[in-house]
């Protein structure tokens, strides 16, 4: 929130106008799906930004207030059965698609896509990188924010997009971060890395 606040000095009788102003930043409130895998981490680098965080474990948890949602990484297979064993497929599907911003890593890449959750127009491939492959670190550009450590963990990439998806970072011609508005993806793990330019990034989309 913004607000000029204007008064005349009268200390020399110029009556002088002074504009101050102030900028209030509410605390973001992040709901953080913890059913399974690397939810901790994101808990940190938010916290570490100010922001405020919860965990959602059931329908309970997802009740509470929230300004936008974290899915980590870990198994989606996993993951997918505990969301529908406790009723969250439905209601966290509809909260992303009414508007609430949300961040998929790795696991969480896959879960939006168009044959889980089905809110991205993306189409992940699972464990992309193959057995040899599967855990590797490298360095990449990813876009409107420069070079970044990527962390990639028996990742996914994405295979193709549609429309209103942006491509935000390619490692070696494949697609490994984008966004489609308010929905934000990376095939990598920013949690793992002390680098926190992901996460700000998600905190201002
Ligand atoms: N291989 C996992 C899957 O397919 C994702 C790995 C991860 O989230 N680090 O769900």
Not at 163 to 187: F, P
Request: with cysteine; hydrophobic share 40%.
């Amino acid at each position: 929130m913004k607000f000029n606040l204007s008064w005349k000095s009268e200390e020399n009788n110029d009556y002088s106008l002074f504009n101050i102003h102030y900028s209030i930043a509410k605390r973001m409130n992040i709901a953080i799906l913890a059913l399974q895998g690397a939810f901790a981490e994101h808990e940190q680098k938010l916290q570490q930004l100010g922001a405020e965080t919860h965990l959602i474990r059931n329908l309970d948890d997802w009740q509470k207030p929230k300004d936008a949602l974290v899915i980590p990484g870990g198994e989606s297979t996993a993951m997918m059965k505990i969301m529908k064993d406790e009723k969250l497929f439905e209601p966290i599907k509809k909260a992303i698609e009414e508007g609430l911003p949300v961040y998929g890593t790795c696991a969480g890449l896959i879960l939006l896509d168009d044959e889980h959750l089905g809110t991205m127009n993306i189409k992940a491939k699972r464990n992309a990188y193959g057995r040899q492959l599967g855990s590797f670190f490298t360095t990449d550009t990813f876009k409107g924010i420069g070079s970044i450590p990527m962390t990639f963990i028996r990742a996914p990439y994405i295979e193709s997009v549609g429309e209103g998806v942006e491509v935000l970072a390619e490692v070696d011609g494949h697609i490994v971060a984008a966004r489609q508005g308010k929905q934000l993806v990376t095939a990598f793990h920013p949690e793992l890395d002390s680098d926190l330019r992901v996460h700000e990034y998600f905190l201002n989309l």
